[in-house]
């Protein structure tokens, strides 16, 4: 399922199989919330950018079309039309995000519908189902995302009720697994280490997630808000009780600098919206840095956003052109900064590999980490 291929200090190059097909990791993910890229970016377009792992959100398609409308259509990899893996997530960090609208126990989380308003109940039980009728590659268990600071009182017993829950769910998914009619009876479930930014919690929640036997192990309930030297501290003390054989996966994470310095830490899998939000609003990454579309001095700029990219729109378009569009408010401005990012991101992750193999992976780290965080001269 899982093989490290090579190592460099504790950056690691592996491969993971899954019921459609392998992931080359270290992987950035891209967020399909609701089985689609914002910005008018298709399942198709994601296989011209180079994207493995489609993430999308257990919370968003339970409420609509439905989880039991979407396995009525096949699946969700049917329903979008992707033949290739994905990743759906618990539920859980939309549960933080409402906070306002819920109530916590031992059973599961109340909470609002964001949409209408209706009072929905999920749980460990409930999030397997839903993942399950939605037929991803991977499920993640439901877990509670604690926000950054909490009182050191609430997060212990929020992430030992997690590891509680995580007992439920490998219970259920194996139950949801066997049954003759699953959509993918090969779905595959990762526990969440929790602990918020106590140390010590952190590392209690990771042997207690280990010891229940997942196919891969993530970190959850960073980048909402810490420090980001505090999220590495973090990373550096969970990593060593993190199984070496099984994937690990940093939830919501993040910049190029994040995810390049994160690797440095052992971490194999990233998502997160942010290049695809950032995209949305002119910001757009290049290895000379970022930059600002919508900037003036762009107005009469002939070139593509990178003269190095190969992604759709620096194939075809000029960045005064794209910044037009985008001044216009036109669909198509979204559509090719998005791709633009995307693509971006899913080159750098190859270009991580590469290093790894090559055992040049702190060069590349002294190279790229701060830069590409910094404008384009």
């Known amino acids: 399922m899982f093989k490290v291929l090579k190592t460099d200090g504790k950056a690691r190059r592996g491969h993971f199989e899954c019921a459609h097909g392998p992931v080359q990791t270290p992987v950035f993910m891209n967020v399909g919330t609701q089985g689609a890229i914002k910005g008018a970016v298709s399942a198709h377009d994601l296989k011209q950018i180079g994207c493995q792992v489609e993430l999308s959100n257990t919370y968003h398609l339970h409420l609509r079309p439905t989880d039991t409308a979407v396995r009525q259509l096949g699946g969700l990899h049917k329903f979008m039309d992707w033949d290739g893996p994905i990743l759906t997530d618990s539920g859980g960090f939309q549960v933080f995000s409402l906070s306002g609208l819920r109530k916590i126990t031992e059973e599961g989380v109340t909470f609002a519908s964001h949409i209408d308003g209706r009072r929905i109940f999920m749980g460990p039980e409930q999030s397997m189902q839903i993942q399950s009728n939605l037929g991803s590659d991977i499920a993640m268990a439901f877990d509670e995302c604690v926000e950054n600071p909490a009182p050191y009182e609430y997060v212990k017993a929020s992430c030992e009720r997690t590891v509680r829950w995580l007992e439920r769910c490998k219970r259920e998914h194996d139950r949801l697994n066997a049954l003759p009619d699953t959509v993918n009876p090969g779905q595959m479930l990762f526990g969440i280490n929790q602990g918020g930014t106590y140390p010590d919690l952190r590392v209690w929640s990771m042997i207690e997630t280990a010891k229940i036997e997942c196919d891969g192990y993530a970190i959850g309930g960073l980048a909402v ?48 919206v942010m290049p695809a939000r950032n995209a949305r609003h002119g910001k757009l990454f290049t290895w000379q840095g970022t930059i600002n579309i919508k900037n003036e001095k762009y107005k009469l700029d002939e070139r593509p956003i990178s003269p190095v990219c ?26 090719l900064c998005v791709l633009h990012n995307l693509y971006f991101y899913n080159e750098l992750m190859a270009h991580i590999r590469r290093a790894i193999e090559e055992n040049r992976y702190d060069q590349f780290r002294a190279q790229y980490s701060q830069r590409l965080g910094e404008p384009a001269v």
């Open 225 to 272: 808000g810490e420090p980001t030297q505090t999220m590495y501290d973090i990373i550096d003390a969970v990593e060593p009780h993190m199984p070496k054989d099984k994937p690990r996966y940093l939830m919501g994470v993040g910049t190029p600098s994040n995810i390049i310095e994160a690797v440095a830490r052992g971490v194999d899998f990233f998502d997160c």
């Open 310 to 335: 190969q992604c759709p729109a620096c194939r075809s378009f000029s960045r005064a052109y794209i910044r037009h569009l985008l001044s216009a408010g036109e669909m198509l401005a979204l559509r």
